[in-house]
């Protein structure tokens, strides 16, 4: 029978009906707005909107389920309880379930459980549970707090605290992060226990106490913060007495951007550690200990369609290696630069960058004996060129000619100045034709480019050098005036680049899924500009040779390799060959080769992760310099994936100098849902292996 | 062999005669932005006033190690260039949000940091015009009878 409009009530035998307080008995079901009670007997009080039932009852709401004994319920405040509840609340793969000796409804959304246990689990698997005297689950803030809590894993409690609390759909939340435990070679046992606090929406710090048996306890702080016009990130760590290193030791940086007002924003980086071994000691990344120049910056850039410009001061500190020593670079305080470009009667282009810099040798550097010539000096740089684009659907030509003109005022009192002309002409050609791949149908393109390039010589060598180099022999470098990078020398040219390239791309979309290139540099004069490298001798007319293929020629597969070819040598220059196969996430095998004989690198690579049954996932990456013997980095793990936990064991061993390496050995169990992630060793396994992901 | 010049013989203009550009003024925006304004059969416009609209949603730069020697000591860098853009026209997806992932390998060298980062720019340089051809390309393959689909959901 119908009452109130949306309710429907079935049972064996109703009683009361027209009055105030209605009974029914026997397989009782109430129906009303999408929400279902089922209970043995229930009462109704119309006045006051409450609801009581026994003594099996069953409260069901979207995938909201609750069920349990005697039931008192006020329809209209959402408030009343039950009694020996067991219950699944909340939406999606994120469902949580568990039970309680009383529940408490709190309003909308809001429960209170008495000696309750909570887990994500699935049924069946009670693999993990938050037991608490307390527990409170607000859906409406998705926010789980559990009050004189531990957390129980395969029936063992290990993390007693007054108060846990947790997101309810995995969301940020303040509370403890997965503690990871390393085992480091230098180091000894090292357990880092996270502590995440999600301070304000756009606000959050993760306090991490990290102990280390043979040196101390180190506080690491990690502060993000967020505005409409701003975000950053602080970071700071502090060991207050290193017991091993006999000091205290402490790494600080702080990264900002600011929005100022429209088109002027500004930037700042400063690093800085307190020693040259502190992040060989302390990172357990490759990426954090590898690091040698810390930056100490800030820039201010505007931008209007047309100009850009860019304020910079620049430092850096320089972390030495005894055994290898480095120069430390030139500090700019400060530099300016811009580039600028104007509409001219079309089809013509003007285009203007330059820069000013004030070069300062660094102070580590005075001490070392190695340090290049130590000058300061002034630079001034102007490069205005008009250039003559035309470009049609099937090919584009484009001279341009410019003025690369630079002043120099050093500190011996000399003044340089360099006037150079440079004229280029860039062109090519677009063929297609329609082709088969794997039985789709693509176009295959044909790109014939040649670029010639003439800048007269000028002696150089009297210059400094504080900002260059020579630049790595690429595609991208082929089609540039310069091969040095920086602004203290512009080589003499009389040049032609042909390249060929080709690429597949889908016809309906026009999707890129391979391109194959290959390129050469001819010279019609000898080289007289040199920098630190002896000029290419005279009977010399042709660059390496270059060619690269690459892309994904199949949905399950990334192939990605490149050679350069000396052809006075008749051998390889370098040498790079990645291929990946990954047919689902969470299964890849990637192969690596790289060979440069330059930097004296010839180096095999594997690493995978690989499924060995449904629920353990083998993690690996081998890292095997061949002339040396020597393997860079190994690593080897598992992961277990309990369904509502992952568990994951990772042995991990990389060089750090020239004759030590740093082992590390991680251990971390991690609760679905329960806690956001430490950052290791996820990291370290994203870093290793191309294509890792995630398992749960 | 097959091959023919493209945009002869058979014709293949664009989709739209004239689109608004809605990218930062920097990077893979002005790379857009120049490559766009030299087609003579599309013209840039406003908004309001364009058949579609082609929106770079965002941009990322990583920075991975990829090559340590024997010494611990990074010898080769790459750069991970990452851009999302989608098409829109009249509020519906014409090109979904598309990511579109750039790689660039190059040597570090400890006695050249200022050297280096230069050249970093200008590979990064190199990626936002090889992007900016890449969702050229993506353009000049619509049709325009395949034109919007799909209404968006909240637009």
Redesign the interface.
């Known amino acids: 029978e119908e009452i109130a409009g949306t309710t429907t009530l079935q049972a064996e035998q109703i009683e009361g009906v027209g009055k105030g307080e209605l009974q029914a008995r026997g397989n009782v079901q109430i129906d009303s707005d999408g929400r279902r009670i089922e209970a043995d007997w229930v009462k109704l009080f119309q006045d006051s909107g409450e609801l009581q039932a026994g003594d099996n009852t069953r409260l069901s709401e979207q995938q909201n389920v609750l069920s349990g004994g005697a039931l008192r319920l006020n329809e209209t405040s959402r408030t009343g309880e039950l009694a020996t509840p067991s219950f699944r609340l909340g939406s999606g793969p994120r469902q949580g379930r568990g039970d309680a000796v009383k529940l408490l409804f709190d309003g909308p959304g809001k429960y209170k459980l008495q000696q309750a246990r909570f887990t994500t689990c699935s049924v069946g698997e009670d693999d993990w549970f938050v037991r608490a005297g307390q527990l409170e689950l607000d859906y409406s803030r998705n926010l789980g707090i559990a009050r004189n809590g531990s957390i129980e894993f395969k029936g063992v409690p290990f993390l007693y605290s007054p108060y846990i609390d947790f997101s309810l759909d995995g969301s940020r939340k303040s509370g403890f992060l997965a503690p990871s435990f390393n085992l480091t070679g230098s180091g000894g046992v090292d357990v880092t226990l996270p502590y995440y606090w999600n301070i304000a929406p756009d606000m959050d710090a993760t306090i991490a106490p990290r102990l280390i048996a043979q040196r101390g306890l180190l506080l690491n702080n990690e502060f993000r913060y967020l505005g409409e016009r701003f975000g950053g990130e602080l970071r700071a760590e502090a060991i207050h007495r290193d017991r091993d290193f006999g000091a205290s030791r402490s790494a600080f940086s702080w990264q900002h951007k600011q929005q100022l007002f429209e088109g002027l924003s500004g930037e700042v980086d400063l690093q800085k550690a307190s020693d040259d071994r502190y992040f060989v000691d302390f990172g357990d990344r490759i990426a954090v200990a590898s690091q040698t120049f810390l930056p100490r910056q800030a820039a201010l850039n505007y931008t209007i369609p047309g100009l850009s410009m860019s304020l910079l001061v620049q430092r850096y500190q320089t972390l030495q290696d005894s055994a290898n020593p480095v120069t430390e670079p030139y500090a700019r305080l400060p530099q300016l630069s811009f580039n600028y470009n104007a509409p001219l009667p079309a089809p013509y282009r003007f285009e203007m960058s330059g820069e000013g810099s004030v070069f300062k040798h660094g102070s580590q550097a005075v001490a070392n004996s190695m340090a290049r010539t130590q000058l300061d000096g002034r630079r001034s740089i102007l490069y205005p060129s008009v250039s003559l684009p035309l470009e049609r659907s099937w090919g584009f030509i484009t001279p341009r000619i410019g003025a690369h003109l630079s002043r120099y005022a050093l500190s011996d009192g000399r003044e340089l100045k360099r006037e150079l002309p440079v004229f280029s002409l860039d062109s090519g050609l677009y063929f297609d034709k329609d082709t088969e791949w794997f039985g789709n149908t693509l176009v295959q393109s044909l790109e014939p480019r040649a670029y010639y390039v003439r800048i007269p010589y000028k002696d150089q060598s009297a210059f400094p050098n504080f900002d260059s180099g020579v630049a790595d022999f690429n595609f991208a470098q082929m089609f540039s005036e310069n091969q040095y990078t920086g602004g203290d020398r512009v080589n003499d040219a009389n040049q032609l680049t042909l390249a060929l390239t080709s690429r597949l791309f889908t016809q309906d979309s026009g999707e890129e899924r391979a391109r194959f290139a290959l390129g050469q540099r001819f010279y019609f004069d000898p080289q007289r500009v040199t920098l630190t490298e002896t000029a290419r001798s005279e009977d010399v007319t042709a660059s390496d040779l270059i060619a690269s293929v690459g892309g994904r020629p199949h949905d399950d597969w990334w192939l990605d390799a490149s050679w350069q070819y000396d052809q006075q040598a008749h051998s390889s220059r370098k040498t790079a060959f990645n291929l990946r196969y990954q047919p689902l996430p969470g299964s890849s095998l990637n192969l690596g080769y790289r060979f440069d004989k330059r930097n004296d690198i010839k180096q095999a690579d594997i690493s995978a992760q690989w499924p060995l049954t449904r629920k353990i996932n083998a993690v690996a990456r081998y890292n095997w310099s061949i002339p040396d013997r020597r393997a860079l980095e190994t690593l080897a793990g598992l992961e277990y994936n309990g369904g509502c936990w992952v568990f994951r064991a990772v042995n991990q061993r990389f060089v750090t100098t020239a004759n030590e390496t740093s082992r590390t050995f991680f251990l971390q169990l991690e609760l679905n849902d329960l806690g956001k992630i430490g950052s290791n060793p996820l990291q370290t396994l994203k870093d290793s292996i191309p294509g890792y992901s995630k398992l749960n | 062999?097959?091959?023919?010049?493209?945009?002869?013989g058979q014709s293949?203009p664009l989709a739209f005669a004239s689109l608004h550009l809605q990218a930062p003024?920097?990077g893979l925006g002005e790379a857009l932005q120049r490559?766009l304004s030299?087609?003579?059969?599309l013209t840039l416009l406003p908004a309001n006033a364009a058949e579609a609209s082609l929106v770079v949603d965002s941009e990322s730069v990583d920075k991975?190690?990829l090559?340590?020697?024997?010494?611990?000591?990074?010898?080769?860098y790459q750069l991970v260039y990452r851009a999302r853009f989608h098409l829109s026209q009249s509020g519906r997806d014409w090109?979904a949000p598309t990511e579109l992932t750039l790689?660039?390998?190059?040597?570090f060298?400890?006695?050249?940091?200022?050297?280096?980062a230069?050249?970093e720019k200008?590979?990064l340089r190199?990626m936002h015009h090889d992007a900016a051809q890449?969702i050229i390309?993506?353009?000049?393959?619509?049709k325009p009878q395949a034109a919007p689909a799909t209404p968006v959901p909240g637009k």
């Open positions: 062999c097959g091959f023919h010049l493209r945009g002869m293949t003024l920097t490559q030299l087609r003579p059969d991975q190690i090559t340590v020697n024997k010494s611990g000591r990074v010898v080769e090109i790689r660039r390998d190059y040597s060298d400890e006695s050249n940091v200022l050297g280096k230069a050249e200008a590979l190199d890449q390309r993506r353009l000049a393959a619509l």
